[in-house]
């Protein structure tokens, strides 16, 4: 990630759960809308809308950023 979007996740971050909650829900619908537009196959659509709905009945099971990331380097 470039210094800019760092900044950006920074600034994101430091806002309220709330705030976060509908930045992630914003996300979400954004790609949704991108893999629709684009025409993802079936699978993948129905695969984002299988995590937003799962994300909706459950907003507080979330993992937080620096453990995906964490988990995301010991791969590489």
Do not use: C, H, Q
Request: hydrophobic content about 35%; cysteine-free.
């Amino acid at each position: 990630m470039g210094k800019l979007k760092d900044k950006n996740l920074d600034e994101i971050l430091k806002r309220s759960m709330a705030e976060k909650l509908f930045v992630v829900e914003s996300l979400w619908e954004n790609i949704r809308s991108e893999a629709v537009k684009n025409g993802t196959d079936k699978e993948g659509i129905e695969f984002v809308n299988e995590r937003l709905e799962a994300y909706k009945k459950n907003p507080t099971k979330i993992k937080k950023w620096e453990d995906i990331k964490k988990g995301y380097l010991k791969k590489k």
